[in-house]
């Protein structure tokens, strides 16, 4: 009901509001445009939003990934959370995330998840320098028993290791300190406030000069990047076909059994 035109005999002209009506069109016609041009975007897997769970010191080498696939995609999103694994298999299966970092371990459901194996590594006791310790080549859990050690907290893949090897001795770790930030750990282990058992990457990353000493007695820290079976959108794709490229040539050593 509104008069875009004044129609003449000799002439058409356009009106007041057929002029703010063209100018809106145009401006409308260019969004839809850029709309239509950034949905392709998202269907070809340029434009996106990647969320996953990782522990920096767990896995330093998420920051290599992170700049190669972000070389490669970048209109996409990273979202970065912190989850214990069991937190983070849950959430992949909801599809709360997109891709994770787990630590496999004996009874680790992965019922709806597949897998890929990226590094398996033994664990040591990280002490102070100069525990008397510190010089030995190996150890054992039972030599650990009267230690005071930093942990990780309650649900985490690594409190659970820790548990797991004491458990083979039937004592408790002796625990002093309970932190998530392993950066944290280790500065607390190189002035004395107690031990840990971690991996020697892990260690070795922080940079702090501490004791490492291999333990004999326990199983190995298998790391993973794990995602939902099933179908995912091209930028979630493209993810898992990175993490799968880097997954070592040979097969990582098997658990071994209990005790070994």
């Known amino acids: 009901g509104v008069q875009l035109f004044d129609r003449t005999s000799r002439r058409v002209a356009v009106t007041a509001a057929g002029a703010a009506f063209l100018a809106r069109a145009h401006r409308l016609m260019l969004e839809v445009e850029q709309l239509t041009g950034e949905m392709r975007e998202y269907a070809d897997g340029a434009r996106g939003h990647l969320t996953i769970s990782a522990w920096y010191h767990v896995e330093p080498e998420i920051a290599l990934f992170l700049r190669e696939f972000l070389a490669e995609n970048e209109l996409v999103e990273v979202s970065i959370h912190e989850a214990p694994t069991r937190d983070a298999l849950e959430q992949l299966r909801a599809r709360q995330l997109d891709l994770a970092l787990i630590v496999i371990t004996?009874?680790?459901?992965?019922?709806?998840?597949?897998?890929?194996?990226?590094?398996?590594?033994?664990?040591?006791?990280?002490?102070?320098?100069?525990?008397?310790?510190?010089?030995?080549?190996?150890?054992?859990?039972?030599?650990?028993?009267?230690?005071?050690?930093?942990?990780?907290?309650?649900?985490?893949?690594?409190?659970?290791?820790?548990?797991?090897?004491?458990?083979?001795?039937?004592?408790?770790?002796?625990?002093?300190?309970?932190?998530?930030?392993?950066?944290?750990?280790?500065?607390?282990?190189?002035?004395?406030?107690?031990?840990?058992?971690?991996?020697?990457?892990?260690?070795?990353?922080?940079?702090?000069?501490?004791?490492?000493?291999?333990?004999?007695?326990?199983?190995?820290?298998?790391?993973?990047?794990?995602?939902?079976?099933?179908?995912?959108?091209?930028?979630?794709?493209?993810?898992?076909?990175?993490?799968?490229?880097?997954?070592?040539?040979?097969?990582?050593?098997?658990?071994?059994?209990?005790?070994?």
């Open 106 to 260: 004996e009874g680790l459901d992965l019922t709806g998840i597949e897998h890929r194996v990226l590094k398996a590594e033994p664990y040591v006791l990280v002490t102070a320098a100069l525990h008397p310790l510190a010089a030995r080549e190996t150890v054992t859990v039972r030599e650990l028993v009267d230690l005071p050690f930093i942990v990780t907290r309650e649900g985490t893949a690594l409190r659970r290791c820790l548990e797991r090897a004491f458990a083979e001795v039937a004592e408790p770790p002796r625990i002093v300190i309970e932190t998530n930030e392993l950066a944290a750990t280790i500065n607390f282990v190189s002035i004395g406030l107690g031990n840990a058992i971690l991996t020697r990457s892990i260690a070795e990353h922080v940079g702090l000069a501490v004791g490492l000493v291999p333990i004999a007695d326990t199983r190995p820290f298998v790391l993973a990047a794990a995602w939902a079976a099933g179908s995912h959108s091209r930028v979630v794709e493209r993810a898992i076909e990175l993490v799968s490229s880097r997954v070592p040539a040979e097969d990582p050593p098997p658990l071994p059994p209990s005790g070994a």
